[in-house]
Structure formats: structure tokens, C-alpha cells
């Protein structure tokens, strides 16, 4: 394909993975990435590499105009919820603010095409098992907020200039690179698949199970567990989707639309790693609903995109590869 697109926080976990989906799928990509908390290692060498703030607007519309971007994947952000709950301020700059610094430079470039990286987390905590578009957007703490708020104001340019827009609402993404080629390399990482896997190969003693008096069936969280390549084929769905019909937007749920208990989740880390990993039950998370998972009919009926890593053992395979590949490294 003859097209540039630009992906923020590419040299980041989701980022780094839609690099890939990109690359592979024919597009040229240029990163803008400041590697606070991302590689450089991370980012493809068939992408082109510059390490800048998103709100760095000189730097970010030359490198618009002179790479002749014709698209906009923004990953970039900071994505650690109880942070945002203790330093909400660094949220609305680094998500709410930059946000608006990258889709103000898009506008005044004419770039006629983004993708937002959103979250359930702008659903809080649902009254119901599964969530759909349409479901309120009550966030409970300000990462939420924070993306939300980018949301809206997506909305708001698109019905004012003449640009289009994706937002993706991830669920709970996991796993890593079948080929090997990336994962998440995030130190200190709090999601339960890796801190699994860390555990399952000795850099951990045990895994905190946070609640087992929930409403759910064995009574710990439920969550839509999601490939993060199957994420990244849906990112470049969305950009076909974009470029196909330029007057329409999108805000779709990116989950599987099923879930796993974290006591699952434990399960099957022990089954593909034939290691027993200790479990440690304690009381619940701050601000930790039962239940998270998607209804995705929306964007199954919405975009060309087929699930094709949608069963747990894959996904925790994947990321165990990933992890032995990152102990080696160490
Ligand atoms: N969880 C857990 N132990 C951990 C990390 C997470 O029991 O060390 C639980 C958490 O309470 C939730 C689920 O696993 O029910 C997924 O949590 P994670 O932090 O991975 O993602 P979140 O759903 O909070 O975005």
C-alpha cells in the first residue's frame, strides 16, 4: 500500500504490535515515540524512528508533512489506573492534553484519518455482564476520564474538519507476538497474564488473586481476555474501514466477547507452563468491578476482522514465549 501512517507509542507494547500489523500488511509507518516508557528495540527496523513528544506540534507536523502521513494510530499515553487515581494531573497531560496537541497538529495538517487507542475503562463499572457502545460511560478513575475526554473531542473535530476517526475501546489485551517479534517488556507490569508468566518463570514467588468474594462464579474477576495481534489486525481494519468510507467514524468495542475468571486464568497458566504457580488470595483491588466483557457484535459486524487467536492457552503461551525470550535477553 501506498500509504504512511504515523503510530504514536509504537516503541510501546500495543503500539510496537500494530507496528507490526502495518509493516506487514504493506503500509509504511513512522513512529513518534518519546521512550519514557517504551524501546527503541521494540519499534521494527522497516519503520522509521523519531523520538519526540506527541506534543512536540513543530517536530510532530514536519514529520506529518515530510513523511506525507496520511493517517494517525495514537497509542501514546500513560495506562497505569491506580496512578491516575494518585496523580490524576499527569493523566489529563499525558492523555487528555497530548491528545489534543496530536489531533490539532493532524487538523492543520489535513491528515484525513485516526485511530485512538480507548478503553473499557471509560464504561466504569457496568451494571451489566457485557458492555456495549452504547452502554453509559461513567469512568471511576481518571485514566478513564482521560480517555474518554479524548474521545469527545474526536468527536467534536470530526463533525467540524474534514477527518475521520476509529476509537477502540480495548478490553483486557494480553499475550504477545506468535513470531517472536515483540511483547510486553513493561518492568514492574501489574495485568494478571504477565505477572503470571513472571511468576511461572521464577521472577516472582507467588500471584495476589485481588477478591474471591465477587458475584461471579468461582467468585474472582471476570475479564475479555484479547490477543494483542488480534488487536493490532483490528487497528488496521479500522484504518481500511477509514479510508473506504471517509465520512463516517467509529467507536467499537475491542474485546472477544467472552470472559475468564482470574482462578481461569491461573489454570491455564499452569497448564501450558506445567508450573504450579503459587496463588495468593487477598481482599479486593480499589475500584475493581466483578465482571468486564464485551459485547462485540458491533465490531465484528463493523470492520473485515476475524478473531484468530481468541482462546486462552494461546494467548498465555504467546506471552510466556515472550517472557522466556525477555529473561534471555537479561
Ligand atoms: N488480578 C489479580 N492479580 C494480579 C493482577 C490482576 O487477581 O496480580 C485480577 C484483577 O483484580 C482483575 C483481573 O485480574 O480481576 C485483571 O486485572 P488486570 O490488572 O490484568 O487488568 P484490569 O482489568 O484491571 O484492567
Redo the contacts with the bound molecule.
Keep these: 500500500r501506498d500509504m504512511t501512517v504515523m503510530v504514536t507509542g509504537g516503541a510501546g507494547y500495543i503500539g510496537s504490535h500494530a507496528v507490526l500489523a502495518l509493516l506487514d500488511a504493506g503500509y509504511d509507518v513512522v513512529v513518534v515515540d518519546n521512550l519514557v516508557t517504551g524501546f527503541s528495540w521494540a519499534v521494527d527496523e522497516r519503520a522509521t524512528l523519531i523520538e519526540c513528544a506527541i506534543e512536540d506540534e513543530g517536530r510532530v507536523r514536519a514529520a506529518i508533512r515530510g513523511h506525507h502521513v496520511q493517517a494517525i494510530m495514537h497509542f501514546a499515553g500513560s495506562v497505569v489506573?491506580p496512578e491516575s487515581v494518585t496523580d490524576p494531573l499527569k493523566y489529563y497531560r499525558n492523555n487528555t492534553a497530548a491528545s489534543r496537541s496530536l489531533i490539532e497538529s493532524a487538523v492543520t495538517e489535513g491528515v484525513p484519518h485516526f485511530i485512538f487507542s480507548s478503553t473499557a475503562a471509560t464504561y466504569g463499572t457496568p451494571d451489566t455482564e457485557t458492555v456495549s457502545e452504547t452502554s453509559p460511560t461513567v469512568p471511576i478513575n481518571p485514566y478513564g476520564m482521560s480517555k474518554l475526554m479524548t474521545e469527545a473531542m474526536l468527536r467534536d473535530v470530526a463533525a467540524a474538519h474534514p477527518m475521520n476517526y476509529a476509537a477502540l475501546r480495548y478490553f483486557?489485551v494480553a499475550g504477545a507476538d506468535p513470531q517472536g517479534r515483540s511483547g510486553q517488556s513493561t518492568a514492574g507490569a501489574?495485568?494478571?497474564i504477565k505477572?503470571a508468566v513472571e511468576a511461572a518463570t521464577g521472577k516472582r514467588d507467588s500471584?495476589?488473586?485481588?477478591?474471591t468474594d465477587f458475584d461471579t462464579p468461582d467468585g474472582?474477576?471476570v475479564?475479555d481476555y484479547i490477543h494483542v495481534s488480534d488487536l493490532a489486525a483490528a487497528h488496521v481494519a479500522a484504518l481500511a474501514l477509514l479510508i473506504a468510507e471517509p465520512g463516517r467514524s467509529h467507536t467499537l468495542n475491542a474485546g472477544y466477547g467472552r470472559g475468564f475468571s482470574?482462578n481461569e486464568v491461573l489454570d491455564a497458566v499452569d497448564r501450558v507452563t506445567n508450573v504450579q504457580v503459587v496463588r495468593n488470595p487477598q481482599g479486593r483491588?480499589a475500584g475493581?468491578p466483578a465482571a468486564?466483557i464485551s459485547d462485540n457484535s458491533a465490531i465484528l459486524k463493523t470492520l473485515d476482522w476475524t478473531p484468530a487467536r481468541d482462546d486462552l492457552d494461546l494467548i498465555v503461551a504467546d506471552a510466556l514465549a515472550w517472557e522466556r525470550k525477555l529473561s534471555e535477553r537479561a
Excluded: S
Design positions: 489506573v483486557n501489574t495485568h494478571l505477572v500471584v495476589a488473586i485481588f477478591g474472582t474477576g475479564r482470574v483491588r475493581d468486564l
